[in-house]
Nanobody, 117 residues
């Protein structure tokens, strides 16, 4: 059973920073592609950033240059450093895990990020 627990969300002013963390209870964390997605009210869930098992990263165009994904395979964690936050970044952010060679996908419960003055 894979469990993903996000933390670090909250309220921040425009231009501010937040760091999200996701702790994964998996046997071999290094075999999982890890990602962050977000969903704003009325919108579909969308990819924010993703890091493969080899360390290759993908970012949504809207966050390139502002957000950075990182992972610690020893601690079974994936982080999302968010800088220069904008009101349009407001959403529930979800951690995602996809094991290599499998069609299974796992989700965390989500953490709210609100960017507002």
């Amino acid at each position: 059973q894979v469990q993903l627990v996000e933390s670090g969300g909250g309220l921040v002013q425009p231009g501010g920073s937040l760091k999200l963390s996701c702790a994964a209870s998996v046997t071999i964390f290094s075999l999982y592609t890890m990602g962050w997605y977000r969903q704003a009210p009325g919108n579909q869930r969308e990819l924010v950033a993703r890091m493969s098992t080899s360390g290759h990263t993908n970012y949504a165009d809207a966050v390139k240059g502002r957000f950075t994904i990182s992972r610690d395979n020893a601690q079974n964690t994936v982080n999302l450093q968010m800088n220069s936050l904008k009101p349009e970044d407001t959403a529930v952010y979800y951690c995602n895990a996809a094991p290599k060679g499998s069609n299974n996908v796992y989700w965390g419960q989500g953490t709210q990020v609100t960017v507002s003055s």
